[in-house]
């Protein structure tokens, strides 16, 4: 009986200990992280991540750091329309140069006129909307309708 009251008190000791153990774990836990969960303000955190050089013109007084959505804004928005031969080649080319998937190719007169003959109004429709293997706007997702009619223009000449 008295290795059984021992076992209980070592055991006791044990358990205790690991108690106070968990403790001080969980409180160093704490300290140790209270730094990140920290409110920061956003111009805290904005300036942490700002780049680390800014470009400067001899002359001019230093520019202030561009504001984030300032620059994605640039990005979206292309600043004049681009002509048709310009969209032709970067987005309609790939098809309508080759012929791939049955596209009507650029200079083959016979394969244009009957499109052309059915009015700008179905030439556009069909562009915008897509048809048969012609995707919607032939790709051409960030085009405005007047940069899309420029290109199907530009189609529509170099095709007679
Ligand atoms: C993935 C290939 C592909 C791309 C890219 C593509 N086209 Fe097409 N396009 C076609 C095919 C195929 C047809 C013929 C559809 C049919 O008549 O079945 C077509 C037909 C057309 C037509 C004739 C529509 C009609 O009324 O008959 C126009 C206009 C046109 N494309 C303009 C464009 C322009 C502008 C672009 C670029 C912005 C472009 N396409 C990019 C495949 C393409």
């Given at each position: 009986m008295s290795?059984d009251k021992?076992?209980?008190?070592?055991?006791?000791?044990i358990?205790?200990?690991?108690?106070i153990g968990?403790?001080?774990?969980?409180i160093?836990?704490?300290?140790?992280?209270?730094?990140?969960?920290?409110?920061?303000?956003e111009e805290?955190?904005?300036?942490?991540?700002?780049?680390?050089?800014?470009?400067?013109?001899?002359g001019?007084?230093?520019p202030?750091?561009a504001a984030?959505?300032?620059?994605?804004?640039?990005?979206?928005?292309?600043a004049?329309p681009?002509?048709?031969?310009?969209?032709y080649?970067?987005?309609?080319?790939s098809?309508?140069?080759?012929?791939?998937?049955?596209?009507?190719?650029?200079?083959?007169?016979?394969?244009w006129?009957?499109?052309?003959?059915?009015?700008?109004?179905?030439?556009?429709a069909?562009?915008?909307?897509?048809?048969n293997?012609?995707?919607p706007?032939?790709?051409?997702?960030?085009?405005?309708?007047?940069e899309?009619w420029?290109?199907?223009?530009y189609?529509?000449?170099?095709?007679?």
């Open positions: 290795d021992s076992f209980y008190t070592t055991f006791f000791y358990m205790g200990g690991l108690a968990c403790v001080i774990l969980i160093l836990a704490s300290n140790l992280t209270s730094e990140v969960a920290e409110y920061k303000p805290v955190v904005v300036g942490n991540i700002r780049p680390v050089g800014n470009v400067r013109v001899a001019e007084s230093e202030e750091p984030p959505m300032a620059v994605a804004a640039v990005d979206t928005a292309p004049e681009r002509s048709g031969e310009m969209i080649n970067s987005k309609c080319m098809c309508h140069t080759t012929g791939a998937a049955g596209a009507p190719k650029l200079g083959d007169a016979a394969a006129a009957p499109r052309v003959a059915a009015g700008k109004d179905s030439l556009m069909n562009a915008i909307n897509g048809l293997a012609m995707p706007k032939g790709l051409c997702m960030d085009c405005s309708d007047d899309l420029a290109a199907i223009d189609i529509v000449l170099n095709s007679q």
